[in-house]
């Protein structure tokens, strides 16, 4: 025997071949036996009319008037084609809204600290009222969306989408 080799796995390997060789030697044998067997033929004749049995029973040519009036497969015919609804009448305009009013300027927590003019430049120093965090500003430039329109001596003014706010350097009395 083969070392290392289980003895079960050389019966099962030796039960495997021997049935596919008595399967081989069966298959030979059914395609060496010669099976010919005769069946015996049957002989079919359909019941057909005779064609003079036909001729006597043709139709006439003028019972298919409406046939030959509007064939189906020819140029001129046409499927039908229903009208088309008329178009419903057009919604009525929407009533014309007066625009509402801008909405009042909201104050944008900014305060004006101090103004320095000079020849050169023009800026503010502005500030937030909450934590008194603020920069110098130069006119067109933006702080929190609001643009620096104008300095002035008295006081700044800021715009944001169309509304202006004037910052006054001292408070009004």
């Known amino acids: 025997m083969i070392r290392g080799v289980a003895p079960l796995t050389v019966i099962a390997v030796l039960i495997l071949g021997g049935t596919s060789v008595l399967l081989l030697g069966l298959t030979v044998a059914e395609i060496l036996q ?9 002989e079919w004749t359909p019941k057909l009319s005779t064609s003079a049995e036909r001729l006597t029973s043709v139709t006439p040519l003028s019972a298919y008037q409406q046939t030959t009036a509007r064939p189906i497969f020819f140029k001129t015919r ?3 084609v229903p009208t088309p609804p ?4 057009p919604p009525p ?3 014309v809204r ?3 009013p801008p909405p009042p300027v909201v104050d944008p927590g900014l305060a004006l ?8 430049a023009k800026k503010a120093y502005l500030f937030r009222k909450a934590d008194r965090i603020g920069s110098w500003l130069a006119e067109g430039e933006e702080i929190m969306g609001w643009k620096v329109q104008a300095i002035d001596s008295g006081g ?8 202006n706010i ?4 001292y408070a009004q009395q």
């Not at 008329?86 to 009448?89: L, Q, R, T, Y």
């Not at 600290?113 to 050169?120: L, P």
């Not at 004037?166 to 350097?169: A, E, F, G, T, Y």
């Open 98 to 100: 007066a625009s509402p």
């Open 166 to 169: 004037d910052l006054p350097l």
């Open 113 to 120: 600290g101090g103004v320095m003019i000079s020849r050169e």
């Open 86 to 89: 008329p178009p419903p009448p």
């Open 156 to 163: 700044a003014t800021l715009q944001k989408d169309g509304r």
């Open 34 to 42: 010669d099976d010919d067997v005769s069946t015996p033929k049957i």
């Open 78 to 80: 046409q499927p039908f």
């Open 93 to 95: 305009p929407p009533p």
